[in-house]
């Protein structure tokens, strides 16, 4: 069985033409080398790409049927290499890849910039009050609850007490740390909600493959890993969103043209978020692989005793 699928992955991989723009493909696997940073920012760029949300069904189904046919060897002549890495690059943006059911357009990874960047210029207008504040962090995590949740496998309203309690900052200096306060808030706010949006994984543990792909078990261990990583990755996130734009409309509030054109001041800092925004979620979740390794040593010792491989893989989710 195992010969005939080599064969049949030979074939297929044969009949793909070689480009020199795309690396030859392989199945299931990333199209950029993860062993380094660099590496996995290009693949999780391609994770992101908006334009992937406007990808119809007519075309997802036919870059499925285009994996498929290269899975059982029947991809017919002339498909190329760059064909392949986009068929597969459409099915992973939409497609969940546990479940492989569509996942509603807001929480996928590439909708994650489109449908995040306004509630991220409400986190950051200035002169808040407590409602608009409690508006804007509870819409901003129920987002982020969700987009844990379908990618899966409090202090900001006490710190701006403290804020205008302090009689010593300048105004100037005040509304600049008053911009900054979202950031705590935010990042301590997105642990939980991993946490929170992912704690089976933690009671029932995750499936840990080996080295062919082969179920070797479920590890809570390796559950526990996968969490860390991904709360880490959501602290880095806020980092340059939350930030940036501060420091940065800081600056452009102080020149001529928005000074004149104070209505300029929302569109310009929107299209500051965004760019901060689109830096910062490849940035963070380039940090650790999606398919995370782990010695078997560090696991269960039913995982051990049931492999011969020094390491598996688990998917640490998005």
Same mark, same amino acid.
């Given at each position: 069985?195992?010969?005939?699928?080599?064969?049949?992955?030979?074939?297929?991989? !044969?009949?793909?033409?070689? !480009?020199?723009?795309?690396?030859?493909?392989?199945?299931?696997?990333?199209?950029?080398?993860?062993?380094?940073?660099?590496?996995?920012?290009?693949? #999780?760029?391609?994770?992101?790409?908006?334009?992937?949300?406007?990808?119809?069904?007519?075309?997802?189904?036919?870059? @499925?049927?285009?994996?498929?046919?290269?899975?059982?060897?029947?991809?017919?002549?002339? @498909?190329? &290499?760059?064909?392949?890495?986009?068929?597969?690059?459409?099915?992973?943006?939409?497609?969940?890849?546990?479940?492989?059911?569509?996942?509603?357009?807001?929480?996928?990874? !590439?909708?994650?910039?489109?449908?995040?960047?306004?509630?991220? *210029?409400?986190?950051?207008?200035? &002169? $808040?009050?407590?409602?608009?504040?409690? %508006?804007?962090?509870?819409?901003?995590? !129920?987002?982020?609850?969700?987009?844990?949740?379908?990618?899966?496998?409090?202090?900001?309203?006490?710190?701006?007490?403290?804020?205008?309690?302090?009689?010593? %900052?300048?105004?100037?200096?005040?509304?600049?740390?008053?911009? #900054?306060?979202?950031?705590?808030?935010?990042?301590?706010?997105?642990? =939980?909600?991993?946490?929170?949006?992912?704690?089976?994984?933690?009671?029932?543990?995750?499936?840990?493959?080996?080295?062919?792909?082969?179920?070797?078990?479920?590890?809570?261990?390796?559950?526990?890993?996968?969490?860390?990583?991904?709360?880490?990755?959501?602290?880095?996130?806020?980092?340059?969103?939350? *930030?940036?734009?501060?420091?940065?409309?800081?600056?452009?509030?102080?020149?001529?043209?928005?000074?004149?054109?104070?209505?300029?001041?929302?569109?310009?800092?929107?299209?500051? =978020?965004?760019?901060? %925004?689109?830096?910062?979620?490849?940035?963070?979740?380039?940090?650790?692989?999606?398919?995370?390794?782990?010695?078997?040593? $560090?696991?269960?010792?039913?995982?051990?005793?049931?492999?011969?491989?020094?390491?598996?893989?688990?998917?640490?989710?998005?």
């Amino acid at each position: 069985m195992a010969d005939t699928a080599t064969t049949a992955s030979s074939a297929a991989a !044969s009949a793909a033409n070689t !480009s020199t723009d795309a690396p030859p493909f392989q199945l299931g696997k990333p199209r950029f080398q993860q062993t380094s940073f660099y590496g996995r920012f290009r693949h #999780f760029l391609d994770i992101i790409d908006p334009r992937t949300l406007f990808v119809t069904e007519r075309r997802l189904r036919e870059a @499925v049927q285009l994996l498929e046919d290269y899975k059982h060897g029947t991809l017919r002549p002339g @498909v190329t &290499n760059e064909q392949l890495w986009s068929a597969q690059k459409i099915k992973q943006a939409i497609l969940h890849p546990d479940t492989n059911e569509k996942i509603f357009m807001p929480f996928r990874m !590439s909708g994650y910039i489109p449908f995040g960047t306004p509630i991220v *210029v409400g986190l950051l207008l200035p &002169n $808040q009050t407590l409602a608009s504040t409690v %508006f804007w962090q509870w819409l901003n995590q !129920s987002h982020n609850a969700c987009v844990n949740y379908a990618n899966r496998n409090a202090t900001k309203v006490g710190l701006n007490v403290l804020v205008q309690k302090a009689n010593k %900052f300048t105004p100037a200096t005040r509304l600049l740390v008053q911009r #900054f306060v979202p950031f705590p808030a935010v990042a301590s706010a997105n642990i =939980c909600n991993v946490v929170l949006m992912r704690y089976g994984e933690l009671e029932e543990g995750i499936d840990v493959l080996d080295g062919d792909g082969n179920l070797v078990g479920s590890s809570k261990i390796a559950a526990r890993h996968a969490l860390l990583e991904t709360a880490l990755t959501r602290v880095v996130l806020p980092m340059p969103i939350l *930030v940036l734009p501060p420091i940065v409309m800081s600056m452009l509030e102080k020149t001529a043209l928005l000074q004149a054109r104070p209505r300029l001041l929302l569109p310009v800092q929107s299209l500051v =978020c965004l760019a901060a %925004f689109g830096l910062a979620l490849p940035l963070a979740i380039s940090l650790f692989p999606q398919m995370s390794e782990i010695e078997t040593s $560090q696991l269960e010792p039913e995982i051990a005793r049931a492999t011969s491989s020094r390491t598996v893989v688990y998917n640490k989710g998005l």
